[in-house]
């Protein structure tokens, strides 16, 4: 960045010393108009300014030149990698050598620090996490925001703390970075700006009253610290007010990380924690970057095109899609003709019986004679490169029939009844013939004749007769005893 300015408008040259900047100047090689000044810090000057090449607002940061000026640049493009809606898209980073640096990043559509702090303090909290998310992101790529000054924030449009204004000062550490972030959390919350270590361009005295960035300076208790700001405000909630004070404490009870910052804000407005997928808006940021050197250009991410990456994406995205549409449509057709998909499907059977055990039927046609009469080449072939198919035996669905009963034990026919009249043998004896032979032993010995019962004597008139098998004994008015 070099050249005379000797009207507005006209573009510096390089190799001269550049002097002071004002609207209406053009640098960067005749590339970038300055509009307004937004600001600077610690040699920094900020500006709204536009691109004539592209024909769109940008926000301008010139680096002072010093033995300093290599490193801010290198460790300015390293954030180039960051994707993040709390850090404004670097596009370009420029070295002119002895006449300092310059730093373009997207123009962020808003409001500053100031004018925002001056008016509410309702949406503080979800500012803020966008611009912890950012910082961490930097963090894990090991370089930082430097967020060090109110006039490099401005509010977007949708609410989001944005670090409008790119450029990492030589002192700048994530420490740093957590104490800004709560600095920008105090700021959104009482209207003053906490953070110490202003030089005498950043400060101006009004007549009691301290000022940076256009804000006053924070008020503090006894210990230098400063004060709560639920104190100073009633009306802001105690556990954001306490998170802005843990975030600005440099002593071992105060908050570390970025990261730790975002997740207490998640957790009061019930979002999901952003720590958690931070790391997803890294690309390759923790890689060197070489530091430009002498009148050369680096562009971080530069768009020369549309400025929209989301549509670039999306194009992306469809055009893939349909790459794999085209590749899932011809693996299907490949399949296909090369019948892997032939099954045969076994036969059902009818449980009913053999009455409607003939209407059984498969349930997919044999494939081998619908293929051999449209295509006798692609039924060879089929045969010869598939494997036969394995016929599988029919399934049965009939109940299995009951089991059947035990066979009776084989009894022997019952005897004959035996006549009335006729004495029963002896046990171990039968009758040979039956029923009314004489009684012989089981093992075939013709048994004893029994004796014969004596004649009875002739019966008494008055005597009344026995049963058949009894006699009388005596005989004459006896009693009636068994044979």
């Known amino acids: 960045m070099t050249g005379s300015d000797s009207e507005p408008g006209r573009e510096e040259h390089s190799g001269s010393q550049p002097s002071r900047l004002v609207p209406g100047r053009v640098i960067g090689a005749g590339r970038y108009r300055l509009l307004a000044a937004q600001g600077g810090t610690k040699g920094f000057q900020f500006w709204h300014a536009f691109d004539t090449t592209l024909e769109r607002d940008v926000a301008l940061t010139a680096v002072p030149p010093g033995a300093d000026q290599a490193s801010i640049l290198a460790r300015t493009l390293r954030l180039g990698h ?103 959390l105090y700021a ?72 730790a910052v ?21 690309a390759g940021a923790g890689a060197a970057a070489t530091p430009p050197g002498g009148e050369t250009t680096a562009t971080a991410t530069e768009s020369t095109g549309d400025p929209d990456r989301d549509k670039r994406w999306k194009y992306v995205g469809f055009g893939a899609a349909a790459l794999a549409a085209v590749l899932l449509i011809w693996g299907l057709a490949s399949v296909m003709t090369t019948g892997e998909f032939e099954t045969n499907v076994p036969e059902i059977s009818d449980p009913a019986g053999p009455a409607t055990a003939s209407a059984s039927v498969s349930a997919v046609p044999p494939p081998a004679a619908s293929s051999s009469t449209s295509s006798p080449e692609r039924t060879s072939q089929s045969e010869r490169t598939s494997p036969p198919a394995v016929q599988a035996p029919p399934i049965d669905l009939a109940p299995p029939p009951a089991p059947a009963p035990p066979p009776a034990p084989a009894t022997a026919p019952p005897p004959a009844p035996a006549p009335s009249d006729v004495l029963p043998c002896y046990p171990g004896y039968h009758h040979e013939p039956a029923p009314d032979g004489p009684c012989l032993p089981d093992g075939g010995t013709p048994a004893p004749a029994a004796p014969a019962p004596a004649a009875p004597a002739p019966a008494d008139p008055n005597q009344l007769p026995c049963y058949p098998g009894y006699f009388h004994d005596p005989a004459h008015g006896g009693r009636c005893w068994a044979y």
């Open 82 to 184: 960051v994707d993040s809606p709390g850090l404004a898209r670097i596009l370009d980073v420029t070295n002119a050598g002895a006449a300092g640096g310059i730093v373009v990043a997207e123009w962020t559509p808003g409001l500053s620090l100031r004018e925002i702090a001056e008016t509410s303090s309702a949406q503080s909290a979800h500012a803020v996490r966008a611009l912890a998310a950012a910082a961490e992101l930097a963090h894990r790529g090991q370089g930082a925001l430097s967020i060090d000054h109110p006039d490099r924030i401005r509010i977007s449009n949708t609410g989001n703390a944005v670090l409008a204004f790119p450029g990492v000062a030589a002192d700048a550490n994530p420490d740093a970075d957590v104490q800004g972030v709560g600095a920008v």
């Open 188 to 259: 959104l919350l009482t209207g003053t700006w906490a953070l110490r270590g202003r030089t005498a361009d950043e400060t101006h005295r009004d007549e009691e009253v301290h000022k940076i960035g256009g804000l006053p300076v924070a008020p503090r208790d006894p210990s230098s610290a400063p004060l709560a700001p639920h104190i100073l405000r009633p009306e802001v909630e105690y556990p954001i007010s306490i998170l802005a004070v843990r975030a600005l404490d440099t002593s071992t009870h105060g908050l570390r990380t970025a990261g």
């Open 262 to 282: 975002g997740h207490v804000i998640d957790q009061h407005l019930g979002l999901p924690s952003t720590s958690r997928t931070a790391a997803s808006g890294v």
